[in-house]
């Protein structure tokens, strides 16, 4: 290379005076500053930050193809602005390295009244209300450190079971009196055997069934996690008194649920799933074994949160705990129904290890909602993890937002209805969207449109309709005036919802059907004319039914299970249908293992007396397993009795 010769620069290898030197070094290293600081303003996806900024390396996952869920569902509905970049996730930039994690959450349990003034900066925040009941837990339970970050000792099962108001299996596990009613709620069990022999017999240990060519799906949304479908059961198996079918399913959580996987999960649908359905088993059961595997499992799942803002990524690598965003999301956003639908397995995490961290975790969460500016009081469904800012204005009681505005009611009702924190914000949330997206059909029929940047898309998804059985669920704790009014809006939403399935020609519903152009609750685009096994119409009648006894709900729900008969058995299982207004159907080969937690369970519930998982004593989680309510001031009484007789 050859330097051109510059005035008072000497010829001899760019020989430059001292100061020449000084400044010309002064001017580089500033070059250098900008140059970097510059990075940290650049959208998360740019890859030089990626280079650059990134302690943990940028790793590509790719998304399951076959079986629908959530996070699958989001990858093939792609909208222009968030089209998906290559399948790299952006990596998180905080803190990932999982001894680091460890350390954190194994340090010694600290109080709830401390955990509470450390996320309020030190003075109480109106919006950010710990359960009434933090006051009333028990200092003197809290032990020593175990083997997952926890004090898992110091859990009573007994205690726990004297705090329930009534049996979790009722007085003849829920057997209904009426002939008709028993028959019905009969063939379901038979429908659950069928799905299970099937599994058992062509999947065992993989996560879903592929009922054609007969054969087991791993997918690779579980982070090499295997049996899906076993853990999503082991309640359903328990509560249909299928006694051999649940020790098989337990023998393999003993024997082969191995949890030292190291590939890419999503946080969010191992949590609804996997220490979803081990919570469920456990306190139904009382084994242990669920127990300590729903703590290991949590504790894997905390490195997610470790961002700037403490609001979760949406993928984990269950090994290393290094997380990232859906390479398919916004500027590396997290979802709001992804990192929403935390709070319930969360607070149980906390209940049963004795640590606070999970509920710590999930409260920041709450904080910094609470927050931000929200348009319209309405919760757009991508947030950056990073600024903690929304990244763009869709909002959604389907795919992408749903779950988040469900467990925020659960999480009331969950803390026997002393966290006041959600309940302002869950009623909040529904004024919001009465007033922005529920909207009245030309022909009469109610339903929630989604909202972009304010624009309404007169359009409801399958997911949108577990609506309403949470607004049924709510409407008892809202403002006396309104509590009839919101009766009425589930019913309205439920009904909107049957009709999308009547008006098929298999009687089942459409992944998302239209209230535009002379539309009326049909699919207008063939792309949303696929079933897969969905519950959330059933999770509505069976919420509708035990709130207003109308037959209605049960004849609706009887109406699904001839039309599943019809069109989605198979020889070997059940599987999902490609358009639902065809009567010569193609099946898509997948038996969701969601078919059997929950669209197979609120059946069977909807024909079962009411004392089958009393509501006054349980809320179901997202993917329906059943967590108890948590009585804090009744464990401390039976902690203080426990003392009292022992001394
Ligand atoms: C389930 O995994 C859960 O219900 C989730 O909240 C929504 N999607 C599926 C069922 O459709």
Known sequence: MVFRKLPGVSASGMGLRLSQKFVFLLFLSGLVTLCFGALFFLPDSVRLKRIFLSKTETQPVTVGSGSENDAREHLKRPNKDQEHGPRAMTPAKGETSSSKLKSQSRKPPVSLEATEERLAGGKAQEDLTLPRSKTESSGSERATASDHGANSDTFSYQKFKRCLLKPPL??????????????????????????????????????????????????NMFGGLRGASIIDSLDTLYIMGMMEEYNDA???????????????????????????????????????????????????????????????????????????????????????AEFGTLHLEFVHLSELSNNPIYTEKVMNIRKLLNKIEKPHGLYPNFLSPVSGNWVQHHVSIGGLGDSFYEYLIKSFLMSDKTDDGAKKMYYGALEAIEANLVQKSPGGLTYMAEWRGGILDHKMGHLACFSGGMIGIGADDGEPEKRQHFLDLAAEITHTCHESYTRSATKLGPEGFRFDAGAEATATRLSDRYYILRPEVIESYMYMWRLTHDPKYREWGWEAVEALEQNCRVESGFSGIRDVYTVSVSHDNMQQSFFLSETLKYLYLLFSDDDLLPLEDWVFNTEAHPLPIVRKSCLQDEATQDKTVSE
């Open 170 to 219: 009722g007085r003849d596990n829920g057997k209904p009196s009426d002939p008709k009613t028993n028959e019905r709620r009969e063939k379901v069990k038979e429908m659950m055997k069928f799905a299970w022999d099937n599994y058992k017999r062509y999947a065992w240990g993989k996560n879903e069934l592929r009922p054609l060519t007969k054969n087991g799906h791993i997918g």
């Open 250 to 336: 337990k023998e393999w959580v003993k024997t082969s649920l191995d949890l030292n996987s190291n590939g890419e999960a999503s946080l969010f649908e191992v949590n609804i799933r996997y220490v979803g359905g081990l919570l469920s088993a456990y306190y139904l059961t009382g084994e242990e074994l669920f127990k300590s595997k729903a703590l290991e499992l949590g504790e894997k799942l905390l490195p997610a949160f470790n961002t700037p803002t403490g609001i979760p990524r949406g993928v984990i690598n269950l090994g290393s705990g290094t997380s990232w965003s859906w390479g398919w999301a916004s500027a590396g956003s997290s979802i709001l």
